[in-house]
């Protein structure tokens, strides 16, 4: 299964409808994940194993929710690697222990591989458990495929504007990684209405510009500004 962004998800979901002078949902599409970021502090339990916090609750800079109460865990316990950077071409640096969604949060400690005894494989998984021991490396990015979701009703949260929220109600994690950079990579691209991908799987096959929902809120205040006489 293809894990994507937020803002590739949603293009992928959504298509322009007339009739009720928004955005409505799509039928019939391939499998696709999702990725999210998460930016918390790293606690050390025990020797070469740290605890990080992977989801919480709250909106976030995509302007999505995803339910703590809804993770399905089950199947990722019986495999629960641990990679660098969604690099499933890579060797894995550790494995989760205790994955719990506790207090609102989902949560779990990295077992990193030893640096002796695994080749160059340890010795690059140690220095990602150094660099995250000594607060260099904090951030840590959830694959998982959405089972019961909605898009957000809230005008806070873009449901009048370029892409609206979405509220995750039910969701199977399908990977962690620890990353260096918790960003989207398509914050900066140009974005394309959602009305005109005539083939959402092209989305899956091959980089495409998709929609910034930061850009398009930008350019829709210029906008009203502009008409008001605001600034230039």
Not at 98 to 109: H, M, P
Not at 168 to 182: A, K
Request: aromatic share 8%; proline share 6%; no cysteine.
């Amino acid at each position: 299964m293809e894990l994507v962004t937020a803002t590739k998800f949603k293009a992928l979901h959504l298509i322009k409808n007339p009739a009720a002078n928004g955005w409505v949902r799509r039928a019939a599409l391939p499998l696709v994940g999702v990725r999210k970021q998460s930016v918390e502090a790293v606690e050390e339990i025990e020797e070469r194993t740290l605890r990080f916090t992977l989801s919480t609750g709250t909106v976030d800079r995509d302007q999505d929710m995803i339910d703590p109460a809804g993770w399905q865990l089950d199947h990722y316990r019986k495999n629960p690697i641990v990679l660098w950077a969604h690099k499933h071409d890579m060797l894995p640096i550790g494995k989760a222990v205790d994955t719990a969604a506790i207090d609102g949060r989902l949560v779990s400690a990295v077992r990193f591989l030893p640096a002796a005894g695994y080749g160059t494989a340890g010795e690059f998984a140690d220095s990602v458990y150094r660099l995250a021991k000594d607060g260099y490396l904090a951030a840590t990015s959830v694959g998982f495929r959405p089972l019961a979701w909605d898009f957000s009703a809230d005008v806070e949260r873009g449901a009048e504007d370029w892409f609206p929220g979405i509220d995750y109600h039910e969701q199977e994690l399908v990977e962690f990684s620890i990353v260096g950079v918790p960003s989207n990579p398509e914050a900066l691209i140009e974005p394309v209405e959602p009305s005109i991908i005539t083939d959402p799987t092209s989305l899956i096959e091959a980089p495409s510009p998709v929609a910034s929902f930061a850009a398009a809120r930008a350019r829709r205040r210029r906008a009203i500004a502009l008409a008001a006489g605001g600034f230039t």
